[in-house]
Structure formats: C-alpha cells, structure tokens
C-alpha cells in the first residue's frame, strides 16, 4: 500500500512555498508520490488569473524530471457544484490508480482554520470524518489551538497529522501576482522555468525589466 498525499492549490501561479511544502511532507512524512491538484477556472470562490493551461504548464515545468511529484488533473474536469475536497476526495479513493492505497489531504495552517471557521467548506464533518490531513505550519497560527477550540476537529483528531518547520510565508501567489502587477519581477519566488515562462507570455502584468 502506498502512501499519497494530495495538495490542492489554484497554482496561480506556482511558487517555491508549494515546492517546498511538497518536498517537507514528502521527507517528513514518507509519502510514495505527491500529487499537485490544480482548481479549474470555474472555482466559484476563487478568481483565477490566467488559464488552466497556462497554470497546468507551470506546474509541469516546475516538477520536471522530480518522479514523486506529479499532476493530478480531476479538479480541471470537474463541474464547478461538484468542486469541493470531500468530493474530490471521495472520486480518488475510486479511482483504479488510487484504490486501496493510503490518502491524505495536504493543507498549510491557513484552510486548517478556514475549515475550523465553518465559513468556507462544505460537508464539514463528513469532509473530517472520511479524510486523513497533513497540515503544515504557516503564518505562526496555532494549529494546535485550533483543534482544541473546534468540536468537529476534535472528535476527528486523530485524521491530523503535523509539520511544525515553517515554509517562508512570505512566499504566496498573491504576493507574487502583486509584484508583477506593480512592474516588479519577483524572479526567485519560483522555478527559473516557471519565470521565464510567464515572461514569455506576458502573464500577471508582466513587464519587461529594464538593463
Ligand atoms: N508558503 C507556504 N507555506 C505553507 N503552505 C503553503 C505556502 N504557500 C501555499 N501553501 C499551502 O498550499 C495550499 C494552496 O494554497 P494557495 O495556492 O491558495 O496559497 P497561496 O500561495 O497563499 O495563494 P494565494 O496567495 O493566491 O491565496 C494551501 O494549503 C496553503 O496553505
Ligand atoms: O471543499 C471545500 O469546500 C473547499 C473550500 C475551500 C478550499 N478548498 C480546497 O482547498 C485547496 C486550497 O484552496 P485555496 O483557496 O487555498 O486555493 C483547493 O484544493 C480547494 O479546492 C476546498
């Protein structure tokens, strides 16, 4: 049975905080594989900023020639109702590549407490009740504290399992985005590649740096 973690993200684009968060569960947790699970375009509570291709191509170039990082495409073909994680997960476990094997949710501590605040996420309880977690340290929250202030979480503690190293925060695709926006070029922020080819395209306002 293989161990496979699952990481969720709009990848717009992708950054080394993924990276590098993919590469601390991969060691700290022993996963076989990790699969990067891009959100489509029709996500209804998150604005993409440039197309699924192009952010399917970055997250290609970014694990190029790293054999336990790959793609996981469900989310892209997924009507918009039916894109939630507890239904996402639940279409995996089906799936003949993943059946019978060992799956977790990866998440940073940020959407540990999007899901405590009961706000953002659907099917909570059975979202807990049916999935494993590996939930990674970020923004100084207090993970722990979380889980002991929520019902729901704990009664499901034991489907958490945790990372205490913290990835640079700085690092967000929001931050990056931002950048380009106000004609900076946030160069190493993400793979060469994944720079050079969203200067090729001219995505997120990018705009050429003066010699
Ligand atoms: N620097 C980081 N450290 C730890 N986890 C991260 C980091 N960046 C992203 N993640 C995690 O990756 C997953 C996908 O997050 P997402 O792509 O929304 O992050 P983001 O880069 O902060 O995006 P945005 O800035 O657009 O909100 C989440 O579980 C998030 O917690
Ligand atoms: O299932 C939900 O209701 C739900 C609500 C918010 C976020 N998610 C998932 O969490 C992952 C990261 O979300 P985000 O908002 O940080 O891009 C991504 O896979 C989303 O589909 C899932």
């Known amino acids: 049975m293989a161990k496979y973690g699952f990481l969720g993200s709009a990848f717009d684009p992708i950054t080394t905080g993924h990276l590098n968060t993919i590469q601390e569960m991969l060691e700290r947790k022993g996963f076989d594989k990790i699969f990067l699970m891009p959100s489509n375009n029709h996500r209804k509570d998150k604005d993409m900023h440039v197309s699924d291709e192009h952010r399917v191509n970055m997250i290609k170039l970014a694990i190029e020639g790293h054999s336990k990082f790959e793609i996981e495409d469900i989310e892209l073909h ?10 996402t997960m639940r279409k995996l476990r089906e799936m003949e590549k993943y059946k019978g094997h060992d799956l977790y949710f990866l998440m940073g501590a940020d959407l540990l407490r999007d899901i405590a605040s009961g706000e953002k996420w659907s099917h909570k309880e059975d979202l807990l009740k049916e999935n494993k977690f590996v939930v990674i340290r970020r923004e100084n929250i207090d993970m722990h504290e979380i889980i002991a202030k929520d019902k729901l979480l704990r009664k499901y503690e034991e489907h958490f399992d945790f990372i205490y190293w913290q990835v640079d925060n700085n ?10 926006e106000i004609g900076h070029h946030p160069k190493f922020y993400m793979p060469e590649k994944v720079y050079k ?4 395209h001219q995505l ?3 705009v050429p740096e003066k010699d």
């Open 78 to 87: 997924q009507s918009p109702w039916n894109i939630q994680t507890y239904n």
């Open 197 to 200: 080819y969203i200067e090729e």
């Open 204 to 206: 997120y306002g990018f």
């Open 171 to 180: 690092i967000s695709s929001s931050y990056i985005r931002d950048e380009f």
